[in-house]
């Protein structure tokens, strides 16, 4: 199985900027897509940005295009998600997840596998 350790969370003023790191324990972590969802209190999961396995293919959700990049380095087992221009609406718990398959799936939210336990990330006013 596949451990997801994410990271870089913390609390932000609005306009400003984080960068979100999704760690991988796999050997094969190459092999997958990866997504990151946000969950802010009392709401559903929703779908942030997804990449390919060779980071050729990314995916963004309405809210985020424009001001999070998602990016991956498979040498280091990584999936970085850089967060700009940060608004208090995109306080949530950022996590991350791999997919089953190489490409990124046309249901965002069909076939994940294994998720992390997430990283908080608050932006103030």
């Known amino acids: 199985q596949v451990q997801l350790v994410e990271s870089g969370g913390g609390l932000v003023q609005a306009g400003g900027s984080l960068r979100l790191s999704c760690v991988a324990s796999?050997?094969?972590?190459?092999?997958?897509?990866v997504g990151w969802f946000r969950q802010a209190p009392g709401s559903q999961r929703k779908f942030v940005a997804a990449?390919?396995?060779?980071?050729?293919?990314?995916y963004y959700g309405d809210s985020v295009k424009g001001r999070f990049t998602i990016s991956r380095d498979n040498a280091e087992n990584t999936v970085y998600l850089q967060i700009n221009s940060l608004k208090p609406e995109d306080t949530a718990v950022y996590y991350c997840?791999?997919?089953?398959?190489?490409?990124?799936?046309?249901?965002?939210?069909?076939?994940?596998?294994?998720w992390g336990k997430g990283t908080l990330v608050t932006v103030s006013s």
């Open positions: 796999g050997r094969t972590f190459s092999t997958y897509a």
């Open positions: 990449i390919s396995w060779n980071g050729d293919s990314t």
């Open positions: 997840t791999t997919y089953s398959t190489r490409a990124v799936p046309p249901d965002l939210y069909y076939g994940m596998t294994y």
